[in-house]
């Protein structure tokens, strides 16, 4: 089935333009502009939200700065200054659990954070400053490429994390993975602004008082822009937006990105919105001009292009959207964000080349989501031409090519590009096994033109899974695929999920069992279970699928539900056969390196001969005892 883009009435170019005009010549301004990209994500590289807005906002003339506010608060986590701020808190945590204890019995689990909060000393904090710089200064430099001492590296990360979570808890802070939590649903409105104000858990705020509001001081911006890519950033980025709306308040907030894409129907009735004064759907290139030149002229925003708003009289939508033309859009810039300062030992960019997927049927998908216009590309001159202007910019040589599915056919043109102009990088993307590409040549010269790993759209094993899903491929094409990559010498991933409404178990089954068969040719796994995302295909015509929606009225930012089937595995069922998977399946799957951009570059750096000595044994270390912050 393929993807509906009917999100608003669609407007040209031409009154784009002539909006744009029309701001300037009412008096707009130019403009200063912060933008910030919200923890918590890993600091490996950066997102390419920020770097994409800003050339178009300098492109206009408008002043922009761009803070990784992310990436900074890693730092500052890590940091000597930070950590003796951990043991300031510590009097201040155990006085709030001794409160606890005259109004009830603590928990077990209070009773022993009570107990570990008495080991966090001078000289306990001491020594994790000097471990904590040491493991950055590893991930930073050349030892990285030294497994054994970066796994001592991400050791410490955790180490460091689980002692801050014990004076923020019952929050609790990883890195890596990202699984912060700050103990309330990121799902219900009501519980993140109760997240806002608790001055306990929420770390955010101590984030903003260190990170966000002495840059807001010293530039004192007119617009605020922060992009959430995933729902977890809700908190920080609210806590964000509370805290200029209370110390700034003439700043105009506006918010973007996927998740608020995704909330678009939800968000002008949420409390939320009192935190803000803005929210740009779908793309923001020209959505966001448009907006500062707005402010800028004191204009109202009902004729800015994908955008929710409010004003006097109350929250408003556009009635417009805007596709960009990608070919009329400048590349990323990323002057004015610290690259260096990245949880890698080399710079890795991303860059994207098209806008939608090409193929754009998959049944469980709602990428299209982000959307208003189908797939879209840039020229392949352009793509190469901007390619090279990055790497000797910015003296970047691997990049992260972050289309959602690159296109058989430009992905050969692509390859042939880069050994053509002798571009000497190394890549990365994500794409669709096709028949199209099952040519022993093309994957030679794309491992000559630097691609080293790849993500690939897996799914299921089962063709029959498979043709429910429209995927459009066969299980003789991806052992092909498998088997010509590998050989090519180009690590494959292949990411799937269990439970696509109408698999049973015995297909689950058969699914692992094809991988196992090509455990040979197949170097990395990323599984899960199906999700009823609110805006996928199976979401929006359950009839056919034989699914059972339920939806909690007061889970009022839920991207995704709890359902039941006629046919197939239930949730349970498929939750069972994962965790099943998780226990026994291929040991060569086990990686020492779990972290996306670390497993590229090591390929890049030896190739996949390295294998061997990336996948997981049991690393045991002297003197090591288990602790509450181990446990954390």
């Known amino acids: 089935m393929r993807i509906e883009y009917s999100k608003g009435n669609r407007t040209s170019k031409e009154l784009i333009l002539l909006n744009r005009q029309q701001f300037e010549a009412s008096g707009g301004r130019k403009m200063k502009v912060l933008l910030l990209f919200p923890p918590d994500w890993f600091p490996s590289e950066p997102y390419l939200s920020l770097p994409s807005l800003t050339a178009v906002l300098r492109q206009a003339g408008h002043t922009v700065i761009q803070k990784d506010i992310n990436l900074e608060m890693w730092d500052w986590y890590f940091s000597e200054d930070f950590l003796k701020k951990v043991l300031r808190r510590v009097p201040r ?39 904590a710089e040491k493991a950055k200064a590893i991930v930073r430099g050349e030892t990285f490429y030294d497994i054994g001492h970066l796994e001592l590296a991400i050791q410490v990360f955790r180490e460091v994390t689980s002692v801050i979570s014990m004076v923020y808890a019952p929050a609790r802070i990883c890195m890596p993975p990202m699984e912060t939590n700050l103990s309330y649903k990121v799902f219900v409105s009501s519980e993140i602004i109760d997240a806002v104000n608790d001055e306990q858990v929420n770390i955010y705020r101590d984030v903003f008082n260190q990170l966000v509001k002495p840059v807001i001081e010293a530039e004192q911006p007119d617009v605020i822009g922060i992009s959430i890519v995933l729902q977890q950033q809700m908190f920080s980025t609210m806590t964000f937006c509370a805290l200029v709306k209370q110390h700034f308040p003439h700043i105009h907030v506006t918010i973007g990105g996927n998740t608020v894409t995704r909330l678009r129907d939800v968000l002008p009735q949420s409390p939320l919105f009192q935190y803000f004064d803005s929210a740009v759907v779908y793309e923001g290139e020209t959505a966001v001009v448009q907006l500062v030149s707005a402010v800028g002229a004191k204009r109202s925003l009902a004729e800015v292009p994908n955008t929710i708003y409010k004003d006097a009289t109350g929250i408003h939508a556009s009635a417009t959207s805007y596709a960009e033309d990608l070919n009329s859009l400048p590349p990323p810039d990323f002057d004015g964000l610290p690259l260096d300062k990245y949880f890698v030992p080399t710079k890795i960019l991303p860059y994207l080349a098209t806008r939608g997927c090409y193929w754009g049927r998959c049944e469980f998908c709602d990428h299209g989501e982000g959307y208003t216009a189908g797939y879209r590309s840039k020229k392949i001159q352009d793509i190469l031409s901007e390619i090279t202007y990055l790497r000797d910019k910015y003296g970047a040589n691997h990049f992260h090519f972050t289309d959602e599915s690159y296109p058989p056919a430009l992905f050969r043109k692509l390859a042939k590009g880069l050994v053509d102009a002798k571009m000497g990088i190394f890549w990365t993307t994500h794409m669709r096994f096709e028949k199209s590409l099952l040519e022993d040549a093309v994957w030679q010269e794309a491992k000559e033109s630097g691609c080293r790993y790849l993500h690939f759209g897996y799914e299921s094993g089962v063709e029959r899974v498979l043709q429910l899903m429209d995927k459009a491929t066969t299980t003789e094409v991806m052992t092909k695929h498998l088997k010509l990559t590998a050989e090519a010498g180009i690590w494959n991933h292949c990411m799937g999920f269990f439970g696509f409404p109408g698999e049973t178990k015995e297909e689950a089954w058969q699914s692992v069992q094809f991988l196992e068969q090509n455990k040979e040719h197949v170097h990395s796994l990323g599984f899960g279970t199906f999700d009823l995302g609110r805006h996928n295909p199976v979401a929006k015509h359950p009839d056919k699928w034989g699914v059972t929606a339920y939806k909690n009225p007061e889970w009022d930012l839920a991207l995704d539900y709890y359902y039941t089937v006629k046919n197939g595995m239930s949730i349970e069922d498929a939750e069972r056969v994962f965790q099943e998977f998780e226990r026994n399946h291929y040991a060569g799957w086990d990686l020492r390196l779990y972290i996306r951009e670390y497993n590229f570059l090591y390929i890049c750096k030896f190739g996949l001969a390295k294998l061997p000595d990336m996948q997981y044994r049991a690393v045991k270390t002297a003197g090591v005892t288990t602790t509450l912050a181990g446990k954390m």
């Open 93 to 131: 945590q155990l006085d709030r659990l001794r409160k606890l204890s005259r109004s009830r019995e603590l928990s077990e689990a209070e009773i022993e954070l009570q107990l570990a909060l008495c080991d966090i000393t001078h000289r306990k904090i001491d020594e994790l400053i000097k471990k």
